[in-house]
């Protein structure tokens, strides 16, 4: 496993804004949400995964941990879904050295090594599905 540091292109910076308008758009989709929500006195469920099986969806916490953590609450927000959160964070951070220093963390890793990631990924996102299922109601 080797980590690459390389400059980053001018053409990256308009391919990373598409996360960021997907994100602009969830918020707002929360902001209405919470908007009708509170004009109706009735709660609203956005995740139509959960409205469908009844089962909590792998997500289900992150617009209430959003919600928690710009309420003050920063545990809460952990609390709500850690594996969502902590590759959330990570991310973010990715993109902001980015964007300041300008350059790329590029992690080179052989087959064996990409199996084993994602086989812990893997692991790790169904760990926390079972805990979101469990404890986030």
């Not at 609203?44 to 409205?51: A, M, N, R």
């Amino acid at each position: 496993m080797k980590i690459e540091v390389v400059p980053v292109q001018r053409s990256y910076y308009k391919v990373c804004l598409v996360p960021l308008f997907f994100l602009l758009v969830w918020g707002l989709l929360i902001i209405t949400t919470l908007y009708l929500s509170n004009k109706f006195n009735k709660p609203v469920t956005l995740c139509v995964f959960k409205k469908v099986t009844g089962i909590a969806c792998p997500t289900c916490g992150a617009t209430r941990g959003v919600l928690a953590f710009f309420s003050g609450h920063p545990i809460q927000m952990i609390k709500y879904n850690p594996f969502f959160f902590t590759l959330g964070v990570l991310w973010s951070l990715k993109i902001v050295i980015e964007f300041t220093v300008g350059k790329h963390l590029i992690l080179r890793t052989s087959r064996p090594e990409k199996i084993a990631i994602w086989t812990a990924l893997t692991v790790l996102f169904s760990i926390n599905w079972a805990y979101v299922i469990i404890y986030v109601k």
